[in-house]
Each structure stands twice: as structure tokens, then as C-alpha cells.
């Protein structure tokens, strides 16, 4: 699966959440880091999940920009 990502910068540090994962959230002293922290935070929390017997949420969020 492939879950989008939102990745905010704070004054010390970044931190990101997944939309369609509430709760699963990090964060990293750089944008690298923040990701691959991601990566550890959705496996954990997918395996939380699996344990409670629940279902897995399909990714549903689309990303895009728009200029103005």
C-alpha cells in the first residue's frame, strides 16, 4: 500500500501525519529523517491495527499543488 504523507516544517524541527491513518503521526530533524520515521510509524501502526483485528484503512487521500 501507499499511503500519502503530510510533512509540516516547525520552527525546530519537521513533523508529519497520514491522513488516512489518524494518530500515526513523527517527526525528524530533517525532511529525510522525517520520512524514514514514517515508514517505522505506518508499520507500527498497521501491526496495532492487524492486533486489534480491525481492518487495514485503504489509502484514500490524494496529493496535488496548486499555483497561484
Same mark, same amino acid.
Given at each position: 500500500?501507499?499511503?500519502?504523507? +503530510?510533512? =509540516?516544517?516547525?520552527?525546530?524541527?519537521?513533523? @508529519?501525519?497520514?491522513?488516512? &491513518?489518524? *494518530?500515526?503521526?513523527?517527526? %525528524?530533524?530533517? +525532511?529525510? =529523517?522525517?520520512?524514514?520515521?514514517?515508514?517505522? @510509524?505506518?508499520?507500527?501502526? &498497521?501491526? *496495532?491495527?492487524?492486533?486489534? %483485528?480491525?481492518?487495514?484503512? =485503504?489509502?484514500?487521500?490524494?496529493?496535488?499543488?496548486?499555483?497561484?
Amino acid at each position: 500500500m501507499r499511503y500519502a504523507i +503530510v510533512i =509540516e516544517k516547525g520552527p525546530h524541527n519537521y513533523s @508529519a501525519y497520514v491522513p488516512d &491513518l489518524p *494518530g500515526c503521526v513523527t517527526t %525528524g530533524k530533517t +525532511v529525510e =529523517e522525517t520520512q524514514a520515521n514514517m515508514r517505522e @510509524a505506518i508499520d507500527l501502526h &498497521l501491526a *496495532g491495527i492487524r492486533a486489534d %483485528g480491525e481492518a487495514i484503512p =485503504e489509502p484514500n487521500t490524494a496529493c496535488g499543488y496548486v499555483e497561484v
